[in-house]
């Protein structure tokens, strides 16, 4: 039963639309053959029963008029009395074994009742690709007269027959696709309100309507999508409420810092302040990354804002390389798109000293920004678990070097607002490689 199971897994259509109309068309269509069969088989027994009458009444009356023919006449009339089923033939015929098809067995015992009391006759079985019997009889002058049967198991079906059972099975399959497809309408639009449901966890309100049950699902989920987005943005409102009750605390320790009459202290409590407020502005920035409105759309040149960004950098002293060329237009989020970047340059500056910004438009549609080190790299099986928020390596990128967890957990959530996909890739010969494959928002 197990391996059936198995074997029946594997060769199931994935999807509950395939599922539901292979079940149904597989049962409407062996039904219709199961009901076609039986009313053919039913109609072959009806005229078989029929038949097998017509010939005790037939084959008595023949018999007894080639018996009262004078001999000379009975030659002319045996082709008139021959039938679809049997003949009439002179002579003694031909021998073989007895006569035991089930059809032919019928017809003899029906022959027997014609026959019987007033004839003396014998049976046997002709050989043949054909079922075929005779029977042996003598008229009363002692001529020997031989019938030759041919069963026939059923009708001959008609041409037309395999066309109007061809357009049933076509009007069936199409009446289930028809049905699933109306059944499933409701899940595939659960299922994309369910995929609507992006990294800001804003709702998509789905229309309420339909049958009872989908109604009853399709309020449930938008309930839960408001519900959703209610939690959302009162966390984002405690978030940016502590942040900027944050703030007042820490600018009166600054001052009393500047007050402090000890000048390695004052470095040292300011450095702690600077990494508290830099936390705290990153927090929000994170919430903010996470369910924040997002910024519509526009065109824009993805080498211009690159050079942007480079020569910014290049003002402050950073040793950036920057390979763009030119023409590369994209539909996206340009905040959100020059904060990741920034964010991946900023790692790539801090854990390697000098990056470099390349702009790869080798797939059309698909332009990829590829941000440069030759750093200590990653581990491999660290690749992911860096994009999580406040997750640093200990060996590389640890808090001493001024990193609060978050710069990739935010690029990485406003990456998916985009769309965007942002991986990490260690490099030949060592080094980091940040890969944001862009795509059409």
């Known amino acids: 039963m197990k391996p059936l199971r198995a074997l029946l897994a594997r060769l199931a259509p994935p999807s509950l639309f395939a599922r539901l109309s292979l079940i149904l068309v597989a049962g409407l269509t062996a039904a219709q053959l199961l009901s076609a069969t039986l009313a053919i088989g039913e109609r072959d027994e009806v005229n078989m029963g029929a038949m097998i009458d017509t010939v005790e009444v037939d084959l008595r009356a023949a018999v007894a008029l080639l018996d009262r023919l004078p001999r000379a006449e009975r030659a002319a009339w045996l082709p008139q009395l021959e039938r679809s089923g049997y003949r009439f033939l002179p002579g003694t015929g031909q021998s073989g074994p007895p006569v035991e098809a089930a059809l032919s067995t019928r017809l003899l015992r029906s022959a027997t009742r014609a026959l019987t009391p007033g004839y003396a006759f014998s049976a046997h079985a002709l050989a043949g690709p054909r079922e075929r019997f005779q029977l042996h009889l003598q008229l009363a002058d002692g001529d020997p007269l031989t019938i030759e049967f041919r069963p026939r198991p059923g009708l001959p079906l008609s041409p037309w027959l395999p066309y109007v059972l061809g357009a049933q099975l076509a009007l069936v399959a199409l009446s289930c696709w028809l049905a699933v497809r109306l059944a499933t309408a409701p899940l595939r639009a659960l299922a994309e309100a369910a995929d609507a449901l992006g990294p800001d966890l804003r709702p ?22 408001r519900r959703i987005a209610g939690y959302v943005d009162e966390r984002l409102r405690i978030l940016a409420a502590i942040s900027h009750d944050l ?195």
């Open 204 to 225: 998509a309100e789905l229309p309420e309507h339909g049958p009872s049950e989908v109604l009853r699902a399709t309020r449930a989920l938008n309930a839960m999508q």
């Open 247 to 441: 703030q007042t605390p820490i600018t009166r320790m600054r001052l009393r810092i500047d007050l402090a009459d000890d000048p390695a202290l004052q470095q040292k409590l300011g450095a702690d302040l600077s990494e508290l407020q830099h936390l705290v502005r990153e927090g929000l920035d994170y919430a903010r990354a996470m369910h924040g409105k997002l910024e519509p759309a526009c065109p824009l040149d993805l080498a211009s804002l690159l050079d942007s960004i480079a020569l910014d950098y290049r003002d402050g002293g950073a040793a950036l390389c920057l390979a763009a060329p030119p023409g590369a237009i994209v539909h996206t989020r340009p905040k959100a798109l020059r904060r990741i970047v920034c964010n991946l340059v900023d790692n790539a500056l801090k854990y390697a000293g000098q990056a470099e910004l390349v702009l790869d438009c080798g797939v059309p549609g698909a332009p990829v920004i590829r941000v440069l080190d030759r750093g200590q790299g990653i581990p491999e099986d660290m690749l992911e678990a860096v994009f999580e928020p406040f997750y640093r390596l200990e060996s590389s990128r640890n808090r001493e070097t001024g990193g609060t967890g978050l710069g990739l957990a935010i690029a990485r959530q406003l990456a998916a607002a985009l769309p965007a996909e942002l991986t990490l890739h260690n490099r030949p010969g060592g080094g980091l490689e940040a890969r944001l494959v862009l795509r059409a928002a």
